[in-house]
């Protein structure tokens, strides 16, 4: 038997009392009390997460403002939140509540709010001492996402001077920083030498074996998902009760382990091939970002008797959620992540070998209640060669854009010297002001626009924000505002995997292209949009045409977030424009006046050449309306990339060079090592004379192309 439906059992509440850190509760509370910045560590899985904040709760500190908890990683941010409002028994929203982007569940009545960590960085651009917050709990630090990275150093800059601290506040901020086990004394020197709360864990012997199964060469994900629904099952039908945790990359390689698991389980014959004939059955669930929130509280639950649960996750039940009963693990050795990828210029993310300290972090998962076993699908030469010793930092490895125009809009203008915990290549950073300068967010002398200030009030990638921003001074907001929100929630497209299923969906997907008229992948994005809202049955419109009406759900309520910061932002001075073509000449202008640095040029067949100096060769990716319509096509300008053997580009559309000329030599005229002066002092008009290309002084004094910004 197996099983995947949904089941009742109350979880229990009051083990909360058997959680390592209960002990340690009046001793928190007190240490939160008597300084500034704290450092709580310990095992993942002892209560740092969701007790500290009712213990602070319980020791008064919300009538002085919220006590406000990060995460790296939205869904931890809003299970746990509905885990600690079962028990502070409240429903969720009131007292405890949480807020990721686009999606705020809280209330004037919330007090313990978790959020991610962008979040924060949002409020604190809009109120800089957090004067709302008692507490602000940095938690997962060891995670070292880009943001917690960044929030530590504004914080550390914020308490670390008296005044702008005291400023807006009637009580001091207390700051608390968790991390698992990693670099807290690091994380203390860094905070001016502040006390480490160290929380004694206990962990249970974990043994881990290897398999040659995966080598240095083996990075097909089809290899390594069929190998681990191997291993699953062999654990399943040969040891004793427990329950298996499967780490994998993403959502795609997850539901389709989970789909050969389910039909292989099916077959299993209980009375022959499991060995322990107290399992009955096996229960599959799996655990990603974008999947629905009572589907994800379900990984919590015990099984029922007589049933083995096996999770399948991506690295978030690595240490960001502790799931109780793992006695298993199986690791696929890899991880999807967020790199910048300098052949191409752009952040791509990929497929890559986890590391050895987060290796044995996975592992460790298997050791909570009792000793437990890794089942590692990989070889020990592919932990030797291709398993760098620690995960690198996010701040040294995607880019900089978004949390630099952040800082600037923060008054921090000397983006290269801000304490970072981890400094930055300062190529990364000088990267981030070119495109910044590019997208005319900052101007020659590094300082924030006009246009910046507003760019920086919308939660999407600076080159959205630009062409929605163009379009809304040409009055055409509403062509980009749901593009802009259907690229911000996960892939709308539904693609089965059975073949016939697929041809179908193919076809559906490739029909409504050509409805759209002008057929590229934005307007193809704009038109689903357009047609799932004036369908007068929406979910059943999606269903029939192969759409993620989940998806299409969220999409909608992205649109009329950004509608509304857009009205707030329109009330102010907000710059207006005019313009006479027809109406896909003009959505397509305004996607260039974004896009302009993703834009590549047919050089033969299939294949095209990227214009930002990287030149790399690309092609169309085969879910594009575009793809093998190459022959006809010239100019065209991308969304993002995929790099596989080959480099994909994705969400495409055609334009004419006429629309991207003025704009081009934008990406050739900023010198990034002058730049660089420009982060760290106010330069005069001379020294930013002699950098300027001739180019640039040419199109300034005949006024082309100067945008209404
Ligand atoms: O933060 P830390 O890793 O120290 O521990 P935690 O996340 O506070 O987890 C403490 C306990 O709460 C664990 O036994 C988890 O399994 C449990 N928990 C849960 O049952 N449901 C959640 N949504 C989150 C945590
Ligand atoms: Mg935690």
Redo the contacts with the bound molecule.
Sequence with gaps: MSKRTKWDTK?DLDESKN?PIYQHKATLQQAVKDNSFLVVT?E????????LPQYLHQAGFWSNGKIGITQPRRVAAI??A??VSQEMHCSLGREVGYQVRFDDCTTQDTVVKYMTDGCLLREILADPVLSQYSVVILDEAHERSLNTDILLGLLKQTLSSPDKASKGRSVPLKVVVMSATLETDKLSVFLGGCPVFTIPGRTFPVTSKFSCAIGPKDTESSVYIKEVVKVALDVHTSEMAGDILVFLTGQSEIEKACDMLYEKAESIDYRYDVQDHKVEGLLILPLYGSMPTDQQKQI?QPPPPGIRKCVVATNIAATS????GIKYIVDSGFVKQLNHNSRVGMDILEVVPISKSEALQRAGRAGRTSAGKCFRIYSPAFWEKCMPEYTVPEIQRTSLTAVILTLKCLGVHDVIRFPYLDRPEERFILEALKQLYQCDAIDRRGKVTRLGELMVEFPLPPGLTRALLQAASLGCEDLLLPVAAMLSVENIFIRPGHPEKQKEADKKHRQLGVQAGSCNDFTMLLSVFEKCKASDAPSAWCKDNYIHWRALKSAFSVETQLREILLRLQKRDFPMEKFDGNKSELFRRCLCTGYFTNVARRSVGKVFCTMDGHGSMVHIHPSSTLFDQEAQLDWVIFHDLLVTSRIYIRTVCPIRYDWVKDLLPKLHEVDVYELSSVAREEVTDEEVAKWMTKETAKRQTEGSAEAVF
């Design positions: 979880g959680l310990g993942t899985g002892s209560g740092k997460t969701t007790q299970t746990v509905q885990r919590f959620l502790t799931i109780n």
